[in-house]
């Protein structure tokens, strides 16, 4: 199984590569093969979309590392991934010309890996966000961040598939995640991906390592939060420095692992959605709606795929080893 890890950005050393021709090769040169106006025109879109969405996109430099940004509207207001600025106190924002800009954090909302930086500059190029439900497999995208520091690359893939629910490497469970094949390196955290309209469909975070690899980078797997998530969440930041509408479903327990095949409840919230349908402390839940929860991660995974005010069948197996399924109405993830 992939384990997913953040892509914070890391130092990048460059080697001088050798010349193995000389200035007196002899030989004949090849004629260039020709382009057909179909090809062109594509190249031509690709490079238009880079020109149209480059100047939004943004170098987030923190006392921790770099990080990429988008220009979310006019103002000054910088989204990004929380885990490029969670734990730092000094920001930076460099923009696609050169100038450089200090920055304050707006707000930051762990649960969803998301933030929003504010600065002031004039003359930004606020980026357009997709309704990312219109979203299709094999859809073209282009991942344009910061790569190693590398400001403004750019890397090419498809939509590879859509609704992913993926887990950051420090417990984030992310719901409806978009899954590229477009490259995503240390330092494309908070950036764009993008479609061949040259809109914001997601903001790269993550990329599949392997352990087989020994930790090494598995190759065209990335994940994207979705553009609508970026809109909701950064708007609501934006707006009142908090999210208190996070569309996600809450059962309102700390949970531990077992080796029963369940996830042990150590707390309940009190006044809770799992307090009010009368799940204690030392119940084990063992599946919701049917779906098996051997340990917390699959737990949060299940859970994250639900909204607010849903009603989940949640199957629990108290200390006397009694099982019950119990309903639960599911209450708004904390923001």
């Known amino acids: 199984m992939p384990v997913l890890a953040g892509i914070a950005a890391v130092t990048l050393a460059f080697v001088a590569g050798c010349d193995s021709g000389g200035a007196g090769a002899s030989g004949t040169t090849a004629t260039p093969a020709p382009v057909a106006p179909s090809a062109q025109s594509v190249e031509q879109q690709y490079v238009d979309v880079v020109k149209t969405v480059g100047p939004s996109v943004v170098l987030v430099s923190t006392n921790r590392g770099l990080g990429s940004g988008i220009v979310f509207d006019t103002r000054g207001d910088i989204v990004t991934n929380n885990h490029v600025v969670s734990g730092s106190h000094t920001f930076q924002v460099t923009l696609a010309s050169g100038k450089q800009y200090p920055a304050r954090l707006v707000g930051g909302f762990p649960a969803d890996d998301l933030a929003v930086l504010h600065i002031s500059a004039p003359g930004l190029v606020a980026a357009e966000f997709a309704d990312s439900k219109n979203l299709l497999v094999g859809d073209i995208a282009l991942a344009i961040g910061n790569p190693l520091g590398l400001q403004s690359s750019v890397t090419e893939g498809i939509v590879s598939a859509l609704g992913r629910t993926v887990n950051e490497d420090n417990g984030v469970t992310l719901p409806d995640v978009i899954q590229t094949s477009a490259a995503i390196n240390p330092g494309n955290s908070g950036g764009a991906l993008v479609n061949l309209q040259g809109q914001v469909i997601g903001i790269p975070t993550l990329a599949a390592t392997d352990p087989q690899l020994g930790g090494g980078s598995a190759p065209g797997i990335g994940f994207a939060i979705s553009s609508n998530m970026v809109k909701n969440i950064a708007t609501q930041l934006i707006n009142q420095g908090t999210v208190t509408n ?84 599911l209450g708004q993830y904390p923001g």
């Open 246 to 329: 996070t569309d996600r479903g809450y059962l309102g327990v700390q949970v531990g692992t077992t080796t029963s095949g369940g996830v042990l409840v150590i707390q309940v919230e009190q006044g809770g959605p799992a307090a009010a349908a009368g799940i204690k402390a030392g119940d084990v839940i063992t599946a919701v709606n049917g779906t098996a929860t051997p340990d917390p991660t699959t737990l949060s995974d299940v859970i994250a795929g639900l909204k607010p005010g849903q009603t989940a069948g949640v199957t629990v197996t108290r200390p006397d080893r009694t099982t019950q399924t119990v309903k639960i109405t």
